[in-house]
Nanobody, 109 residues
Framework: HVQLVESGGGSVQAGGSLRLSCVVS????????MGWFRQAPGQGREGIAG???????RYTDAVKGRFAVSKDNTKNTVYLQVNSLKSEDTALYYC????WGQGTQVTVS
């Protein structure tokens, strides 16, 4: 049964940090391409970060230098460390490996 479960979101003040997790079951994440996306209220889904299949990372300019992806293959989990949060980072954050999780909400005030 394939399932992605995101967690770690919350309400923080501007400048704060969170670590988002995406626990994967049903397949191994090792050497798989993946992405972190977000969707702000009234806007479309935006790709912000992720891993290429060989492990290289990628970031959109809006988050480069503030967000960092990592993963723990032994836990079949990927992470998104979000630092120096801004109000415009408020969104529902998703991980995807072609299938999608339910998202975790980040609200920055």
């Amino acid at each position: 049964h394939v399932q992605l479960v995101e967690s770690g979101g919350g309400s923080v003040q501007a400048g704060g940090s969170l670590r988002l997790s995406c626990v994967v079951s049903g397949f191994t994440i090792r050497l798989r391409r993946m992405g972190w996306f977000r969707q702000a209220p009234g806007q479309g889904r935006e790709g912000i970060a992720g891993f290429h299949s060989q492990g290289r990372t990628r970031y959109t300019d809006a988050v480069k230098g503030r967000f960092a992806v990592s993963k723990d293959n032994t836990k079949n989990t990927v992470y998104l460390q979000v630092n120096s949060l801004k109000s415009e980072d408020t969104a529902l954050y998703y991980c995807t490996f072609g299938v999608w999780g339910q998202g975790t909400q980040v609200t920055v005030s």
